[in-house]
């Protein structure tokens, strides 16, 4: 993807789709994917695009009374890494990256990986609702 900041009347989403278009294939489709479980699970979640420099194009990053979590996509792995996440009970365990961290984690999702639909949205409620009690 070139480089190219999110200008003001321009929307955050459409450099994640732009992405999301770009990877065209199971990285793509999985970025989508939890993109939708995202706004389901929070329909007030606000997108955005952060972090873009010489070295990187940039990051789809979700928030909600601040940051939820970032969508990172690698040659054989799309990550999600939870700003509060150490924070977050996460009793499915889907946290499995960034483990030793005292604030963030982040679930790594592999190719022909099953999300547990369910457990992710709770996670993101859970994140946005931390987002709001940390806001007060």
């Not at 489709?29 to 995202?38: D, F, G, P, Q």
């Not at 990051?59 to 990172?72: K, M, N, Q, S």
């Not at 963030?104 to 639909?117: K, P, Q």
Request: hydrophobic share 35%; with cysteine.
């Amino acid at each position: 993807m070139k480089k190219s900041a999110t200008t003001k009347d321009e929307s955050p989403s459409r450099p994640i789709e732009a992405r999301i278009k770009e990877l065209d294939d199971w990285r793509g489709k999985t970025l989508s994917h939890v993109r939708a479980l995202i706004k389901q699970a929070d329909p007030e979640v606000v997108e955005e695009w952060k972090w873009v420099k010489e070295s990187s194009p940039g990051v789809p990053v979700w928030a909600h009374d601040g940051g939820i979590c970032t969508g990172e996509t690698y040659k054989s792995v799309v990550k999600l890494t939870f700003f509060k996440g150490a924070s977050l009970k996460d009793p499915s365990g889907l946290f499995n990256s960034s483990l030793e961290g005292k604030v963030r984690r982040a679930i790594d999702f592999h190719e022909g990986d099953e999300i547990d639909e369910d457990a992710f949205k709770t996670l993101i409620r859970a994140a946005a609702a931390l987002n709001k009690s940390s806001a007060r």
